[in-house]
């Protein structure tokens, strides 16, 4: 006989015990004691959970701790979430804040506010609208950057890799000026395909390379292709 999973709201102020559910809403404040494992984790309000949290479908546009690891198909956040360990999620949409304190494995991220990961991110397709940092690997097949703020990583590697300035490109500018941003930060850059503008790196390695605007590389090592801006720096290798 199949389990009967009961609802959870709270939108006053509780607490909720670890355990199994079926949807778990949150437009107070509430406190999950324990594991929970449910098919929807709905947060408005404020939420601590103190363990990991198992879901099918994870919302976020209120506040959200998560001091265990995510597990879920899906999570969408439009307000602020801290998850302490891993995150293992098939999809991700972040439009507000999130900070990861373990690693992210994902099919497809799609960011347009701001992310910061301590371990590594490893996707199929990764799209920044905003900015982030990463303390580890971005591996990713399809990487696509639009920079409105500081990125920072330390190794990028990936298939398709493409950095820029984000659309509204004086305002941007003068926003990074302003804000002593430098664009993307990275230690290596490795790919296939390589389009970079406003980066600065220690090594860039790929197929076909192109270097555009106000790049700092300090070593580029192409196999087929190179293009290099003149605003940019750098010293170019081509390799086997």
Do not use: P, W
């Not at 990028?156 to 820029?164: S, T």
């Amino acid at each position: 006989m199949e389990e009967k999973l009961i609802d959870m709201k709270i939108s006053g102020s509780g607490k909720i015990s670890g355990g199994k559910y079926n949807e778990v809403k949150i437009s107070g404040s509430a406190k999950v004691e324990g594991d929970i494992e449910c098919y929807n984790y709905k947060c408005s309000g404020s939420s601590i959970a103190s363990g990991n949290v198992k879901a099918e479908t994870v919302g976020i546009s209120g506040s959200t701790k998560i001091t265990g690891d995510l597990d879920t198909d899906e999570i969408t956040v439009s307000g602020s979430s801290s998850i302490l360990g891993n995150v293992d999620a098939r999809k991700v949409k972040i439009s507000g804040s999130t900070d990861i304190g373990g690693s992210l494995h994902t099919e497809d991220i799609q960011i347009s506010g701001s992310v910061s990961i301590d371990g590594d991110c490893e996707a199929e397709n990764f799209h920044a609208r905003g900015g982030f940092k990463i303390g580890g690997l971005l591996n990713a097949g399809n990487i696509d950057i639009e920079m409105y703020g500081s990125c920072k990583v330390k190794d990028i590697g990936g298939e398709n890799i493409k950095v820029r300035l984000g659309r509204g490109h004086f305002f941007v500018k003068m926003l990074n000026l302003f804000m002593n941003n430098k664009g993307l930060e990275a230690s290596t850059i490795e790919g296939d395909d390589i389009f970079l503008e406003n980066t600065t790196a220690k090594i860039v390695r790929g197929n076909n390379v192109t270097i555009g605007d106000n790049c700092n590389i300090q070593t580029v090592e192409y196999r087929n292709e190179i293009n290099i801006d003149s605003t940019s720096k750098t010293v170019c290798k081509k390799i086997d």
